[in-house]
């Protein structure tokens, strides 16, 4: 169920146009939303997969202490949003471009703090002697993707936003709560991957 191999399958059909999209969202003007992009870092160890997670810094004005994945808003000089991406990876993790292969795009959504944020997935030989940039990540953690199919580990509740309810999804890793747009990201991508229903 968890071999890397067969979870490796599936991610080589991604590609551009992301399998989990909201475009568009009655009432909003997502359009004037700023632009940003994450990478779902995915470190191979032998025959599984675990999936890279960082604890943002506590001084950081947005988001501050919480859970995340890699990236930022981009940048005038990045080529694209996938640029975006590992320029940030780079930056707050220490994760070089060169050490990462990426499948494709995986996601592009709204969220509460007014980004339209896309989400691509790579992978990098694990373990990897990742560097986490003091401002703005305070813990860099890894979570298998065993460890975030247990149903003990597992919530959801719905959250009211601009005048609708969407559920939030979110796990409980050791110390870390994972929720919001990321929780929302993990859970989509277990699904993707067939390992939840």
Known sequence: MFSASKIREKLMLLGEEPPVSIRDWPGLNISEFRVASVLILLLRYEDEYKIVFTKRAQALRQHSGE????????????RDLLHTALREADEEIGLKSE????F??????????????SAYIGEAVGPYDFDANPGEIDVIFEASLEALCDPSIYGMKHYDWEGKSFPMHEFQIEEHRIWGATGYMTYELLKFLSLIK
């Open 67 to 78: 859970v995340s994945f890699p990236g930022g808003r981009k940048d005038e000089e990045d």
């Open 99 to 102: 050490d990462v292969s990426v």
């Open 104 to 117: 494709g795009r995986f996601s592009i959504m709204p969220t509460i703090s007014q980004y339209n944020l």
